[in-house]
């Protein structure tokens, strides 16, 4: 089969490299790809949002199946276009990726279907805003509504900083329209836990847990970033937990879903925040997340592409769903002075893999033949191992054998998930 993946970052690599091991797979195009890509892809400059673009060029190229990944195209409706234009798809429609296009939309259907939650308060005016802030109990979260590269949600400990939010998001509009309507949001504490899972909206069969590390500097400071690594399994998601979600969470949303008329296949995130009164929705994401993506499906022992086409069939099964009893992590060598200002053009040297290595590239292109810098968040050393300790030495091992000038790396990706193993 001939293979269409919409999207070009290492999310989008990862997919790529597990689609290509699958026995049914023929030519995968990348859309647009990066640099990193093209050596297991045929990349062509189509942006992601491109939907008019997407469609031409899947039925120029006879295209069997295609894979959406990012979350634009799917808000915007490019899964619709494509099966309208005969090339069945993985991926939500317009009216089910609304779940992450939309976070009043997704709080609402959690109030409606008691889904756990945080408390929240929606607001379309600035002044009303800032009035309900005045009396708020802090810290709060304020969020945009609409989709904000994983930027629109500000954690604020006082009014001052709570207004500054409301000014960016409603009045500058650094977020576009994103920002026209947000949501003020009590502040959960606990533990944070990223599920991805696979749905034909019927069966919901959940992936490897996964933690992710979103701040820019050890320690979990500095700036938030699209992630800096990952770590999966997540120890603080135990069998008990992992239960309860599927009975409280994971189950009714899909059955809200339907409810609302808004069937959901694809893969669904879900955003868990393990509270002292249990596990609730901090976010949902109608794709696979990123990083997570890059240490969730080095341990996936099953062929991606049957489960993709089950998924579109609505005829997804346990039996297809199957994963090692690994660890593996992900450490993202990013651009120095990211997420803010970064210089780019960098020539990058990477270093052969061993068995249980990947290096996924996110922000890289090609140059002369040469694959050099191009974004802030460059690339990501994955490593797979029986223990989630060897994984992650084996993964600073290799982030350690490339080279790039003004390459920056956290250096404690896992160390949080190696406490809580210990009991620390």
């Known amino acids: 089969m001939d293979i269409l993946v919409v999207g070009g970052g290492g999310r989008e690599h990862a997919v790529i490299k597990a689609l290509k091991a699958s026995r049914r797979a023929g030519k995968i195009y990348a859309l647009p790809g990066n640099g ?6 045929e990349c062509v400059p189509i942006k992601a949002t491109d939907i008019a673009g997407i469609v031409e060029f899947a039925r120029a190229k006879n295209v069997d199946f295609a ?10 409706g490019c899964v619709d276009a494509l099966e309208l234009a005969g090339v069945p798809c993985f991926g939500p429609t317009k009216d089910a990726a609304i779940i992450e296009g939309s976070k009043v939309f997704s709080k609402n259907l959690m109030k409606k279907y008691g ?14 805003a800032l009035a309900y802030l005045k009396a708020a109990s802090y810290p709060v979260v304020i969020k945009a509504d609409g ?3 994983g930027k629109g949600a ?3 400990e006082n009014y001052e900083q709570a207004a500054a939010a409301v000014d960016d998001m409603m009045v500058r ?15 959960l504490e606990g533990p944070e836990v990223s599920v991805l899972s696979f749905t034909d909206g019927k069966t919901v069969i959940p992936m490897i847990s996964s933690m992710d590390h979103k701040r820019a500097e050890d320690g979990d400071k500095g700036l938030n ?8 399994p997540n120890p603080y998601y135990t069998p008990e937990i992992a239960a309860e979600c599927m009975e409280k969470i994971f189950l009714p949303t899909i059955q809200a879903m339907n409810a609302e008329g808004r069937t959901f296949k694809g893969c669904l995130y879900f955003g868990l925040m393990l509270t002292k009164d249990g596990p609730k929705v901090i976010e949902y994401n109608c794709r696979f997340g990123d990083p997570e993506t890059q240490v969730v499906l080095p341990l996936l022992k099953s062929d991606l592409l049957e489960i993709m086409l089950a998924v579109r069939g609505g005829m997804l ?10 660890a593996a992590c992900c450490v993202v060598l990013a651009s120095r002075g990211y997420p803010k200002k970064y210089d780019t053009g960098f020539e990058i040297t990477l270093p052969e893999t061993e068995r249980g290595e990947e290096i996924y590239v996110a922000g890289a292109k090609l140059e002369c033949g040469k694959l050099v810098t191009s974004g802030g968040r460059v690339l990501g050393a994955v490593a797979t191992a029986d223990t989630l300790e060897e994984a992650i030495e084996r993964a600073y091992a290799l982030a350690d054998k490339i080279t790039f000038e003004n390459a920056y790396m956290r250096r404690d990706i896992g160390k949080r998930a190696l406490a809580a193993l210990k009991g620390v």
């Open 36 to 41: 990193g890509i093209a050596a297991d892809a």
């Open 67 to 76: 894979v959406v990944t990012p979350d634009d195209p799917l808000v915007l």
């Open 115 to 128: 889904i756990p939650t945080a408390a929240s308060e929606t607001f379309t005016s600035a002044e009303e």
């Open 147 to 149: 989709l904000a590269l």
């Open 154 to 156: 500000v954690i604020v």
């Open 173 to 187: 509009h650094v977020f576009g329209a994103s920002g026209d309507r947000i949501l003020v949001e009590e502040f």
């Open 225 to 232: 970033t699209g992630g800096m690594g990952t770590v999966a």
């Open 317 to 326: 099964r346990e039996e297809l769903v199957r994963f090692s009893e690994g």
